[in-house]
C-alpha cells in the first residue's frame, strides 16, 4: 500500500505545483492582460483610489487637483479655474479624459515608465501613490485676459498667445467654454446627462477652437504672401506695386476691390509700394503679387509657416489632432489672387494666426508650439523638462525684419488698419497684422474678425492670434481682445 | 506491508539493542505554533480594519478572544485524547480557519459604515459572529470525533451503516423540493434549508463514505487485485468486480444530473478510486476510474446544458457575450486576481465585492485580489502541509484500515482545493464546491474539522510509541512449583 500512497503523494504535489504554477502566471504575468479587457471595472476603478496629480500653469495656478471624497471612487477631480482652463485642460470623467488631462494621463496617473523606479520604491515603503504634477507653460494672467476679453466680446472665437522664442503657448482660451467639473462627477447617470446637455449645446462649447476650428485668414495672410515675395530676393517694402481700385481677375467676371472700394496710398497712380499696401491693407496689391508669385510658391511657403500640417507636440500632449490649417494648390489665377489675400479656400486655426506673427518675432524661425513646461514626480523630483524645437524658418531674418516693419507700420502708422492702438500699451510698440474675413456661401455670412501680433517689454516677447467669428472688422473686434492679452502679459513682466 | 522508515518508524520498529528513541509528542511545539496563528489571524484581521478605516477594527477583541479560547480547548483535549498526534495539523487548520473569520467580517463590511463597495448577497451584520460560532460548532465536533473514535479501527466495524449514512445524505437534497435544497440563483441542490438555518449534507456524506469506501475495500482488496486479463502490459481486474467502482461511478453521475454538482460528483469519485488504488496498488482501477469519470462527464456535458455550460466557460470566458453573462463571476474573480498582482492590495483595500458571490465558492480570488500571489500561495501552501501531513501518516501508521482511510481523506482535501483554486484560476472548469475552511458557511467548516480529527486520530495511533517491555526485570527467578 505505501507504493501507491507514494505515488498519491506525488500526484498530490503535482496538482499543488499545477496550482502555483497558474497563480504565478496569473497574477504576475497575465496581470496586465487581465486589466486592460475590456469591463474590467477594477482597473478602471483603480484610477479613482489613490491622488492624481495636478495640473498648474507655469506660475502656480492649480488647473486640477484630485480631492479626497471616500467611498467607492476615493478621489475627485477638481477644477478651481472652471471653463476658462477647459480647453487646455480638458476634462477627466468616469467615461473617459481630453484634452492635458487625456495627452498627459500616463504622469498624472503615476504609470509612466519614468515613475516606475519611484513607484516601486513608494510600495516598498508604503508611501501611498500618488499622481505626478504636470506644469503647463500657460500664463494665468495672459489666459485670464484672454478669456475675460472674450466672454466680454460675447461671440464666438479663440486665442492663442505663444513665446515666440520657445513655442511655448502662454494662453489659449475658446468661447463659448464649459465646465470640466460637470463632467467630472463621479456618478454615472449625472455625468450622462451633463455630457448630453453639453453636446447638444448648439454654442458648441467642448469644441476647443483655437486648436481645432478652422476660419479664414482673410488679410492676415498677407504677412505669408508678402514672405513669398521677399524670399525671392528681388523686392522689398518699398518696392511699387500695382494697385489698383478695382481689380478685374483674370478668367472672370470678378473684380476685387479694396476695402469700401478705397484708394490705395497717395501716389494716385495707381501703384503703392509694399508697405503702404500692407498697411492699409490693399487687396488689389496683394492680389497682383500673389498672381505673380504663383500658387505653388504661396503653399510653399504656406507650409514653411506650418499650414498643411498638423502639431505633433500639441497633439500628443493634449490627445487630439490639431486642425490642419489649409492651403490648398489653386488651379487658377483668379483663384490664386483670392488665395492670396487670405480667402478662397484658406483656412487657418487661431493657433496658426499666432505662429506668423511668432515667427517675424522670432527673426524668422518658427518654434514648434508646445503646452507642457514641467513634470513634477510626486517626490517634487522632474521626471520631465520641456527643451524648445525650431519647426522651420520660413524666411530669412532679413525678410522678416522687412515684415516686421510692416507690421508695425499697421499700428504705428496712422493710415494703418489698427491705428487706435499706437499708444495702447503704454512704451510698448505693438507689431501687427488686421484680417477681415469674408465667410459663408456667397460671402452671405458676418465677416470674421482676425487679428495677429507681436510685442516685447524687456525680456519678454509674446505673439497673440485671435479669431472672433462673425466679429465682423479685425481691427474691432479681435484686436483690442489681442492687446489685452499682450497687455496683461507685459506689463507684468 | 512492508515496514516503514520515517522518523517515527525508526523508534518503533528499532533495533531492540540501541538506546530507545522516545517519539515525543510535539505537544509544546503545537501549543508555540497555535500561538504564532493566533498571531496571523490577529494581525490579519487588525489589517482589515487599517485598510477600510485606518483603525483597528471595533469588536476586534472580543472576536480573537473567542478564537483563542476555542483553540485552547481544542489543544487541551488534543492533549488529553491524542496526545502523539501530528502537532502541525491544529495549528494549519486553525490559520485558515481564522483568515476566513477575518476575509468573512471584510466582506461583511463592504458598503457597510462607509466603506466602498456592494456585496451582489450582502452578508448579515452578524456574519463574523456565525462564522465564529460555527467555528465553535467544528471545534466541538473535533473534540466530538475525538472522543468517540479512540481507535480508528472501531470505525471499519460500522462499514455499512456508514455508507448508508453517506448515500441518504447525499440522495436527500435531491429528493427534497427545489425550495428547500436549492442554493438560490445557482440551480444547483446540495442544501438542506429550514426556518433560516441551512446544512449542506454532503461535506458530512463526505466523510461517511470515506469510512466506508476504507471498510469495504480493506475488506475486499484481495478479491479487487485478483488480475484478470491482460492488456497492454495492465493487468485488468476481473469484471465481476467492477460492480462497487460502477455502483460509485453511477452515484456521482446522479449527483452531477441531479444536483448540478459537477465539483462534488468529482471529488467523489476521486475520493473512491483513490482509494481503491491505495487498497489495491492496481494501476487498472485508477485508469478505469479516471476513464469512467471523463466519460461521464463528456456524455453529461453533451446532454446537459449547465454542464456543457461550463466547458464553454472555462474555455473562451472572454468571448461573445460571456464575460458580462455566463462568465461573468469567472471573469469578475479572474480580474481580481489580476488586480491583486504579486503583493496584493492589501487586505480591505481591495474591491472582491465586484465579484458575485465571493463569500463562497470563489472566496480564494477575494485573497488572491488583497494578498496578491504571496499571500495565495502561502495559503495553497497552508493546504498542502496539511495534506503532506495526513499522507505521511498514511505512510506511517500500520493498520490497513486507517492507512486507506487516511490517505483517501488527505487526498479527498487535495483534490478538493484542486477543484476550487483551479477552477476560479481557469485551471480547470468552474464548478461549484466549497473552499475547505475559508468559504463562509457552517457545514463546510464543521465537516472540514472532522476531516482534521479523523486525520489526528489516525495520526495519534501512527505516533504513538508501543507499550514499552520491561527490559531491566532483573534476574530470573526461579520459582518453586513444587
Redesign the interface.
Known sequence: ?????????IA?LF??V???A???Y???F??????S???????F??QYQYQRGEIETADGTVLARSKYV???Y?YQRQYPQGAEYAPVTGYDSLYGASGIESGENSYLVGNSSKLAVRNVID?ITGKPKKGATVQLTIDSKAQTAAWNALKSSGKAGAVVALNPQTGAILAMSSYPSYDPNQLAVLSGDQLNTNDKNLLHDPSQPLLNRAISATYPPGSTFKIVTSSTLFAQGKENQNSLVSAPTSLKLPQSSVSLINNDGEVCGNLGNGKATIITAFTESCNTAFANIGMQVGSAALKSMAERYGMNATSPTLNQELSTQVAKSNFPLEPAQSFTAMSAIGQKDDTVTPLQEAMFAATIANNGTLMRPYLVQQVQAADLSDVYTASPQAQSTPVSANVAGEIKQMMLSVVSSPDGTAHQFANAIPGVQIAGKTGTAQNGINNSGLNDAVFTCFASSGNRSMAVGVIIQGGGYGAAAAAPIAVDVLKSYLENG | MSSVATSEGAAVGGVPDAPVVMPRGRRRTEALMLVFSVGIVAFAYANVGFGLKGAPPAGMAGYMIAFTVLLVIAHLVVRWLAPWSDPLLLPLAATLNGLGIVMTYRLQEVGRDGNPGAMSVPLSTSATLIQIVYTAIGIGCFVAVLVLVREPRVLQRYTYLFGLIGLVLLALPALLPSSISEVPGTGAKIQISLGGFTVQPEEFAKLALAVAFAGYLVAKRDVLSLAGRRLVGIDLPRARDLGPVLIVWAVSLLLLVFESDIGTSAVFMGLFVCMLYIATQRTSWLLIGFALFVVGAYTASKLFSHVGERFDIWLHPFSGLNPSHNAFQLVQGLYGLGAGGILGKGLGAGQPYLTPLVQSDLVTTAFGEELGMTGLMAILLLYGLIVQRGLATSIAVKDPFSKVLVGGLSFMLALQVFVIVGGVTRLIPLTGITTPFLSQGGSSLVGSWMLIALLMRISDTARRPPPQPIQDEGMTQVVNLS
Open positions: 500500500m505505501n507504493r501507491a500512497l507514494r505515488r498519491v503523494s498530490v496538482m499543488f499545477l496550482l502555483l497558474n497563480v504565478n496569473l497574477q504576475a497575465e496581470a496586465d492582460s487581465l486589466a479587457k475590456p469591463g474590467n471595472s477594477r482597473a476603478d483603480a471616500g467611498g467607492t476615493k510600495m
